[in-house]
């Protein structure tokens, strides 16, 4: 494996691929991306397709690529070996052990691992049975959502496993970040509502309604959604989670300070405007 790194500065000069992050949808060069130092046990190997096949090779071929024998043909069963159910959104979906995901695909047992870090991801695959394997490597991370990685990686796999794979399910997810810009557009569009029906309940104040539905309609109701977005932002920064979700999704963190930031401060603001027009009336 000799384009394979533990340093971005020395794969760059190999002429690793441009990193990407997702802004609403659309995939954005990411060149100087930091690389934090929490999430170097976990990813951050840089590797090549070259590289990792040989890597999968050496899986399938009892630890030995070439006339090296890198490990015991014993070891590497140890390392398939699952020993603890992976258990996904409370569905058994397999067994995982040393870094490998063992999931029967029909009759045929396969192993996998995917992964991802903010501007690239990836995925791996072997079906012993076969003697077959897969590596995909994208230089962009998808929302810092594996799952969705995972999803075309194992769509290769079922297809190696001489199945037909189920059709994506995932592909809606790109359209609720494309349409995250419409939070504040629509908290835009309420304030400019607000102002207008407090006008026009001005000029002729017997549009007003009576001071029950104010209160149920106008003031309570529409608390419920602001608080609850300012709510949201609040629990990401106490709980340390939205450094993370900038790193990974920069678009919905923006939004969700923007927006959570914006949600607060106009829900005091819109419920004493409609108390003072309450006083007036």
């Not at 990411?30 to 999968?56: F, K, W």
């Not at 006008?199 to 007003?208: A, D, F, Q, V």
């Not at 979700?245 to 829900?267: C, K, N, Q, T, Y």
Request: proline fraction near 7%.
């Amino acid at each position: 494996m000799g384009h394979s790194y533990t340093s971005k500065a020395v794969a760059k000069q190999d002429g690793l691929a441009m990193g990407h992050r997702h802004w609403f949808g659309y995939p954005f060069p990411a060149p100087n991306l930091r690389v934090p130092r929490g999430a170097l046990p976990a990813g951050q190997l840089i590797s090549c397709a070259e590289d990792m096949a040989h890597y999968l090779i050496a899986h399938l071929n009892g630890g030995r690529l070439g006339d090296a024998q890198i490990l015991s043909s014993a070891g590497i069963d140890e390392l398939h070996r699952g020993t603890v159910d992976w258990i996904e959104f409370g569905t058994s979906r397999g067994r995982s052990g040393m870094g490998w995901f063992s999931i029967d695909v029909g009759q045929t047992r396969t192993l996998s691992h995917s992964g991802n870090v903010p501007d690239f991801s990836a995925f791996m695959a072997l079906v012993p049975a076969y003697k077959t394997g897969a590596v995909i490597l994208f230089n962009a991370d998808p929302y810092g959502l594996p799952m969705i990685v995972a999803e075309v990686g194992m769509g290769l796999t079922v297809l190696l496993a001489g199945q037909q794979p189920p059709p994506a399910r995932l592909d809606f997810i790109q359209w609720i970040m494309r349409l995250l810009p419409l939070i504040p557009l629509l908290q835009v569009v309420g304030v400019l509502a607000t102002l207008q029906t407090l006008r026009r309940w001005g000029r002729h104040p017997g549009l007003r309604p009576s001071t029950g539905r104010i209160w149920g309609e106008r003031i309570l109701l529409p608390l419920i959604p602001n608080l609850s977005l300012a709510a949201v932002v609040v629990y990401l920064q106490s709980s340390g989670l939205l450094p993370f979700v900038h790193e990974f999704m920069p678009d919905l963190s923006w939004i969700a300070r923007i927006g959570g930031g914006f949600a607060g401060i106009w829900a005091f603001l819109r419920t004493g405007l409609l108390l003072r027009a309450l006083r007036k009336r």
